[in-house]
């Protein structure tokens, strides 16, 4: 069974999840800006990033499940804990596209 490497799945799922994350914050900017198809473009690109960190994550998931424990390092809990937060501002920001759309729509924003 391949060794894990906490450091580099952590670093890996952090950088996936910072990306996810900034684009989601950018998604929302694109919307209240009124550029509602570069808001859902930020969108599918933060929802992939989101799979890459997933992915990484998997391999972990994936070895305990089979039954092997692991002593998780403390950057590892961090890495998980970015890819969680990343996940709800990125659900968010879907929110946040649709209900600009909708005030775009009826013109209760320009």
Same mark, same amino acid.
């Given at each position: 069974? %391949? ?9 890996? #799922? ?12 950018? !998604?929302?900017?694109? !919307?209240?800006?009124?550029? #509602?198809?570069? !808001? ?8 992939q ?40 501002v990125v659900?968010? !920001? %879907? ?11 009826? %013109?209760? #924003?320009?």
């Amino acid at each position: 069974m %391949k060794q894990i490497n906490f450091e580099e799945i952590s670093f890996g #799922i952090i950088t996936f999840a910072g990306m996810a994350k900034s684009n989601g914050i950018m !998604a929302i900017k694109s !919307a209240k800006e009124a550029k #509602i198809s570069e !808001a859902r473009g930020l969108i599918t690109e933060a929802e992939q990033n989101l799979v890459e960190a997933e992915k990484t994550h998997m391999d972990v998931i994936q070895q305990e499940a089979q039954g092997v424990k692991h002593q998780i390092p403390v950057l590892f809990m961090h890495a998980e804990d970015q890819m969680m937060t990343s996940q709800m501002v990125v659900e968010l !920001a %879907k929110e946040f596209i649709d209900l600009y759309e909708k005030l775009l729509a009826k %013109k209760v #924003i320009d």
